[in-house]
């Protein structure tokens, strides 16, 4: 019943910024009890994982994002965020959301091409 669905995603310069939006459609009252993570995955690369936030908005960073990118909740909106900076071309990937340890279908992620 959960749907995840990513957006805000779209070509953007070397160097630049970009936020992204995950709307978990349907969790109701759920949203703020579960721990939520975004990952990336390159073309022909296995997915990574970028950040996550917990529950009371505690944040985790991968190496890469720490200092660049900034993941949030927002309770209203039922939406977890990623505001990314300082992009580079090797960070061309789908960028999705998930639950850790979760049985929710992924969503189709969004797509971040970031030319040379």
């Known amino acids: 019943q959960v749907q995840l669905v990513e957006s805000g995603g779209g070509l953007v310069q070397a160097g630049g910024s970009l936020r992204l939006s995950c709307a978990v459609l349907?969790?109701?009252?759920?949203?703020?009890?579960?721990?939520m993570v975004w990952y990336r995955q390159a073309p022909g690369k296995q997915r990574e994982f970028v950040a996550h936030?917990?529950?009371?908005?505690?944040?985790r960073y991968a190496d890469f994002a720490k200092g660049r990118f900034t993941i949030s909740r927002d309770a209203a909106k039922h939406t977890i965020d990623l505001q990314m900076g300082r992009l580079e071309p090797d960070e061309t990937a789908g960028y999705y959301c998930y639950r850790p340890n979760g049985f929710w279908d992924w969503g189709q992620g969004t797509q971040v091409p970031v030319p040379p």
């Open positions: 349907g969790s109701g009252k759920v949203f703020g009890t579960v721990t």
């Open positions: 936030v917990s529950t009371s908005g505690t944040t």
